[in-house]
């Protein structure tokens, strides 16, 4: 069998197992589901010595190819970040049910009783890279949400993926259910992805995690609906009348406290009479931030790099920020609509209708005054973990979590009523 035959056979086997256990996972109700995720969370704790095991070959081979201090820290887990995954599965289950919710149920003249149901979404597949906390959180919401989960993560994480999978795999199949309502694609020949983009026979949903290059393949590639989460190209905007301890304790949090996720800040723009300029810009760099700054903000301190037109567009995803000084509020708006990815903003000000102003007009998935845009997060926001954070508008926008795997389908009740 040549490579061609191979690769469709594996996404064919993979594809049928997945729609069939459509129908298993349909007849689970919320406490069996429940059960599922708390017996993952115990299993989690009890064998975080075989995860890191499993982990250290990964960052083994990271080290070895050189990889950036960014993406060894998504790639990185630890006891606390393993509890992490277990609190996270807990609080899955602990969430309400969302299938099965009947909403805006009304009589119409005719006498039939409209309502909507929340149902799941099917076969959800998620293609994503470096963080194998992933596996753990959209396995965990698939389930909860009645859907069937198809994993494809990055070759970077495989053998932490394989280990995470094949534990809730085997709590399925030991509590009597499909093993197969979680699936990995543990064969990461790039040639299967394709093929697996177009089995919109078989899977009902695409969310592509991670760079630019992945998700403009993803788009290019499916004919599967795509839910779209983009990069975090997110901006800070500092207004004339910012208090100066909040301007710099937001700054600093959005770069610093993990530069290396989507809703870090990764563009700052100043107003041209904000008071402490050289203060703010000051506490990023004690922070080892590196600058890239207009014109204007290089006359501020030295050691800023003068930025390039390609910075206001780049997504650094490490320990550098792009800064620019602007004339006026309009400005700021101006530069952010040219550049945003349409995830998170934030503005820091004194001034309540300007605040107002800023949630109004920009167009991004979430906005913020006074607060950092690193709570632009599933946990943050009391969703639990998420899928992702989608920068689309249509079905689900912003941080997705478990209501944002299920759809609305129309119920009809009547009593012979004909039209």
């Known amino acids: 069998m040549n490579k061609e035959k191979k690769s469709s056979a594996y996404i064919n086997d993979l594809c049928e ?23 993952y969370a115990d299993v989690l704790r009890k064998n975080s010595a075989s995860i890191l095991a499993e982990n250290e070959k990964d960052l083994k081979v990271a080290l070895d190819t050189g990889v950036s201090k960014a993406f060894y820290d998504r790639l990185l887990l630890d006891e606390k970040r393993i509890d992490d995954m277990a609190h996270s599965v807990e609080e899955i289950a602990a969430f309400e049910d969302p299938v099965g919710r009947v909403e805006n149920m009304r009589t119409r003249p005719s006498g039939i009783r409209v309502g909507q149901m929340r149902v799941p979404l099917g076969v959800v597949a998620v293609i994503y890279e470096s963080r194998p906390n992933v596996t753990v959180d959209i396995a965990s919401l698939c389930i909860k949400s009645g ?43 790039r040639d299967l992805v394709p093929i697996l983009l177009k089995r919109d026979d078989a899977i009902d949903i695409v969310i592509p995690r991670g760079g630019e290059g992945l998700i403009r393949m993803v788009i290019e590639e499916a004919t599967i609906p795509v839910i779209k989460h983009e990069k975090g190209l997110c901006h800070l905007y500092i207004d004339e009348s910012a208090v100066k301890d909040m301007a710099e304790k937001i700054a600093v949090n959005g770069k610093v406290q993990r530069p290396g996720v989507c809703n870090a800040v990764e563009t700052m723009l100043i107003h041209k009479d904000y008071p402490w300029k050289k203060e703010i810009l000051t506490a990023l760099m004690n922070h080892k931030v590196q600058i890239r700054g207009c014109e204007k903000t290089m006359e501020i301190l030295p050691g800023i790099v003068a930025a390039t037109e390609d910075d206001w567009d780049t997504e650094y995803l490490d320990l550098i920020i792009s800064v620019r000084i602007v004339d006026s509020f309009e400005k700021a708006l101006e530069h952010i609509t040219a550049h945003s990815s349409g995830h998170s903003e934030a503005i820091v000000t004194s001034d309540y209708f300007l605040g107002q102003r800023f949630l109004k007009e920009i167009d991004s998935a979430a906005v913020f005054v006074n607060a950092s845009t690193r709570f632009h997060d599933g946990g943050e926001f009391g969703l639990g973990a998420e899928v992702g954070i989608s920068t689309q508008k249509l079905h689900a926008r912003g941080t997705m979590g478990i209501e944002g795997l299920t759809t609305l389908k129309y119920i009809v009740y009547g009593n012979g009523e004909i039209r």
């Open 17 to 39: 197992r997945a729609a069939n256990a459509k129908k298993d996972i349909c007849t689970l109700d919320t406490k069996s589901k429940n059960r599922i995720l708390l017996k």
């Open 147 to 189: 859907n069937v989960a198809v994993l494809r993560g990055g070759e970077e994480s495989i053998y932490t993926n394989m280990i995470l999978a094949s534990m809730i795999r085997d709590i399925l199949a030991g509590m009597n259910y499909n093993p197969d309502i979680v699936n990995l694609v543990e064969n990461l020949d």
